[in-house]
């Protein structure tokens, strides 16, 4: 009796030995874990001893996973089992057999749960997957000097794999009072609202529709919308830039005598993203518009930001803004430089 009960105890220790979640590295090191995603850099395990581990796909000789995996081939299809490789082979035991498959054709190796994750990626609902956050400055003074200054931002994204939305919007008032008259040195709000879809890895269309107003510039309103194709010059984790190109269509009305103008012009641009530390970002825009009739001129506008996280949702927060047009009204200059600093609030991804 207690030989057969050693028996059965062996071919368990065997079982479970042979269907736990093992990688093998070409160094001989075993790993065991719950494996999360394969791609062709990367093989990403998450173990009870040290949380999740990204291995280098370079290193590892062999896994087999005895929980079911979501293999997606190169040509798009789908199956899903558990899997086990081999060499440059992955076999997946799926409930209607089982299937041998280059490791070659296979894109992409995922669990259930990462998997279900990435589809509702593809797909979000209208107010899923948005990242962003708004930001405050106020300065006032009181006395022998009576001024008011209020800055406000917002800027919000939502990123998939085939598309992006870009929502950016600022706002500058301020007010100084003498002799009990008050005069309104700065009244500006602008922002765009951009649309960007995948063509390529790398090649993308996009859609901008962009609005201001100022005070200061004796600007009622400026409407411009535009479109063209854009290029993922880099793509990385910690860093982005892209480069814009394309046409479109600006309309203006000023007060003071400026009268209406309707022009067509080119759109020219940039957008670079950087993370020095997970707290830490900076984010820069460049757009330059070159008027294509009514005689020339050009519009450029420039934007530098700072964003530093103090604890949880809470930012610290740095805008620089540059706007210059090359044919103000009569009496107003070419340039209007803004520096605004405060504290925000994120929201999505950037909040955690």
């Given amino acids: 009796?207690?030989?057969?009960?050693?028996?059965?105890?062996?071919?368990?220790?065997?079982?479970?030995?042979?269907?736990?979640?093992?990688?093998?590295?070409?160094?001989?090191?075993?790993?065991?874990?719950?494996?999360?995603?394969?791609?062709?850099?990367?093989?990403?395990?998450?173990?009870?001893?040290?949380?999740?581990?990204?291995?280098?796909?370079?290193?590892?000789?062999?896994?087999?996973?005895?929980?079911?995996?979501?293999?997606?081939?190169?040509?798009?299809?789908?199956?899903?089992?558990?899997?086990?490789?081999k060499e440059s082979e992955v076999t997946v035991t799926t409930p209607s057999g089982t299937q041998a498959i280059p490791m070659a054709e296979v894109a992409v190796m995922r669990s259930p749960a990462d998997q279900a994750a990435y589809e509702k990626?593809?797909?979000?609902?209208?107010?899923?997957?948005?990242?962003?956050?708004?930001?405050?400055?106020?300065?006032?003074?009181?006395?022998?000097?009576?001024?008011?200054?209020?800055?406000?931002?917002?800027?919000?994204?939502r990123p998939t794999t085939t598309d992006k939305w870009t929502i950016q919007a600022a706002s500058l008032y301020s007010t100084s009072t003498s002799d009990n008259v008050t005069t309104t040195s700065a009244n500006a709000l602008g922002g765009f609202i951009r649309y960007d879809r995948n063509l390529t890895k790398k090649l993308f269309a996009f859609g901008l529709f962009a609005g201001s107003y100022d005070h200061a510039q004796l600007l009622n309103v400026r409407l411009s919308p535009s479109g063209g194709l854009g290029f993922h010059a880099i793509a990385s984790k910690m860093t982005t830039l892209d480069l814009l190109g394309g046409f479109g269509y600006t309309y203006e009305n000023y007060s003071g005598g400026g009268g209406t103008n309707n022009l067509m012009n080119a759109t020219i641009g940039d957008e670079f993203n950087h993370k020095f530390t997970a707290k830490t970002a900076m984010i820069q825009d460049f757009y330059f518009f070159p008027y294509l009739n009514g005689g020339g001129g050009y519009r450029g506008v420039f934007d530098f930001g700072l964003a530093s996280k103090l604890y949880k949702a809470i930012t610290w927060n740095m805008n620089f803004g540059d706007r210059y047009n090359s044919r103000p009204v009569e009496g107003k200059k070419n340039n209007d430089l803004l520096l605004t600093t405060g504290l925000g609030l994120s929201f999505g991804q950037k909040a955690k």
């Avoid at 593809?122 to 000097?145: K, M, T, V, Y």
């Fill in 1 to 85: 009796m207690f030989k057969i009960s050693l028996c059965a105890l062996l071919v368990c220790c065997c079982c479970a030995a042979l269907f736990a979640e093992q990688v093998t590295l070409k160094n001989g090191d075993r790993l065991t874990g719950d494996i999360v995603s394969v791609t062709d850099k990367k093989l990403v395990l998450k173990t009870a001893y040290a949380g999740a581990i990204s291995i280098d796909w370079d290193s590892v000789a062999e896994f087999s996973s005895a929980q079911a995996m979501v293999v997606t081939r190169t040509n798009k299809q789908t199956v899903s089992g558990p899997v086990s490789t």
């Fill in 121 to 157: 990626s593809l797909h979000p609902g209208a107010l899923e997957g948005w990242d962003g956050g708004g930001n405050f400055g106020l300065a006032l003074a009181r006395g022998n000097s009576d001024t008011t200054n209020i800055a406000l931002g917002f800027n919000a994204e």
